[in-house]
């Protein structure tokens, strides 16, 4: 049981690259999210998507835009890459619309944009 | 303006005492609160988590703690194990909400 899996784990770009991190869930889960951890920030949500078909800004989404492709799937890109965007970005999913429901998260993808 | 609020960067706590990790926020509309536990190269992973007409809840060694009218809650860790060194984040959401705020999280150390 996979649960939640990112690739790459590991990405360097350069300034005003672009590349696309892919996040897949096998829990038939509804919801999935995008998450950036920096240190001495905490997890800070990027986007999220209730689900199937929908997607919604969360706290940073500046710089970023995601395709929920079938439930299954949630990806995030990254247009051009700036310095700013060097984190560990998380992938997450939830049953859905419960308030509480606790997120299952994949490993990460730690990214340096240089 | 951070609305989830945890102080203490880290802790360190010997083998079999108790591990009390603090958790501080400012909005009231905050109705679910949950625990994340993090190794290093991994994901988080849910702990535990309280709602918000509750002021306790129990799963084997941890125990959460909400305290609505300081808008603090507390996760009790007894007794610490060296397995229990990880990053704790502390999660808030409201009702019908899908923004988890998460705290910055506080590195606990058990000294074996």
């Known amino acids: 049981n996979a649960g939640v899996t990112q690739t790459p784990k590991f990405q360097v770009l350069k300034t005003g690259q672009s590349m696309t991190l892919q996040c897949a869930q096998d829990?038939?889960?509804?919801?999935m999210y995008w998450y950036r951890q920096d240190p001495g920030m905490g997890l800070r949500l990027i986007y999220y998507?209730?689900?199937?078909?929908?997607?919604d800004k969360g706290e940073v989404p500046n710089g970023y835009n995601v395709s929920r492709l079938n439930k299954r799937e949630f990806s995030l890109r990254l247009e051009s890459a700036a310095p700013s965007q060097t984190s560990v970005y998380f992938c997450?999913?939830?049953?859905?619309?419960?308030?509480?429901?606790?997120?299952?998260f994949g490993q990460g993808t730690r990214l340096t944009v240089v | 303006d951070q609305q989830v609020k945890q102080n203490s960067p880290s802790l360190s706590v010997q083998e079999g005492r108790i591990s009390i990790l603090n958790c501080d926020y400012t909005?009231?509309?905050?109705?679910?609160f949950l625990w994340y536990k993090k190794y290093p190269a991994e994901g988080p992973t849910f702990l535990i988590s309280?709602?918000?007409?509750?002021d306790k809840n129990e799963d084997g060694r941890f125990t959460v703690f909400l305290n609505k009218s300081a808008k603090h809650l507390s996760l009790h860790i007894v007794p610490s194990q060296p397995g229990d060194s990880a990053v704790y984040f502390c999660a808030a959401r409201g009702y019908g909400g899908f923004k988890t705020i998460f705290g910055a999280g506080t590195r606990l150390f058990v000294k074996a």
């Open positions: 309280i709602s918000s007409i509750k």
């Open positions: 997450a999913s939830s049953e859905g619309e419960q308030v509480g429901t606790e997120a299952f």
């Open positions: 998507s209730a689900s199937e078909g929908t997607t």
């Open positions: 909005n009231s509309m905050f109705d679910y």
């Open positions: 829990m038939n889960h509804n919801s």
